[in-house]
């Protein structure tokens, strides 16, 4: 009776982790190849997404809905002053007036087609509460374009590869 449990108990782990390795692949197969185009109606910035994400207007936002489980992208776009921050300096100043306390605080500058930009990726803590956040900020032409995205901790990996290569297309 034992042997017969067992010999279930390791089956059904072989399944689950099978069905992991596929479901990853095919998030990653999807999120490459299937992808919607989303041009902004003033003519301001361009990008593409994840064919199965849905994406919602909110007067000067724009939020994805990933459908992994909590997952949220939420996109702002605001003038560029004179008296901006450099948008890693941006970055560590949200940080500090969040209160939110970051696993790995490294932050990170990038270069992408939008133009210059910084962002990180953590598991995050505050209030007792933990989630996985990534923020993103890029200058781009005359607007400097905020990306925010959070979720709980296990789901953040999945979306972050697709967050990743959305930030890639961006196009001012």
Known sequence: MGEWILLAAGTLFLYACLHGILYLLRLRRRGMIHRKDYQDPRGRFSFQYPAEWD??????????????????VEIVLVPKSTN????????????????????????????????????????????????YLQEWVLDA????????????????????????????????
């Open 55 to 72: 994406l919602e207007e909110r007067e000067e936002r724009l939020l994805l809905i990933t459908h992994d489980h909590d997952g949220k």
């Open 84 to 131: 901006n921050p450099p948008a890693n300096e941006f970055l560590k100043g949200t940080i500090a007036a969040s209160g939110i306390q970051l696993d790995e605080p490294a932050i990170h500058e990038i270069r992408v087609q939008a133009g210059l930009g910084a962002y990180f990726e953590s598991r995050a803590t505050r209030d007792f509460e933990r989630f």
């Open 141 to 172: 032409g005359e607007f400097r374009i905020l990306l925010s995205y959070r979720c709980s901790v296990l789901y953040g990996l999945i979306d972050g590869f697709f967050i990743d290569q959305l930030v890639k297309t961006i196009r001012v």
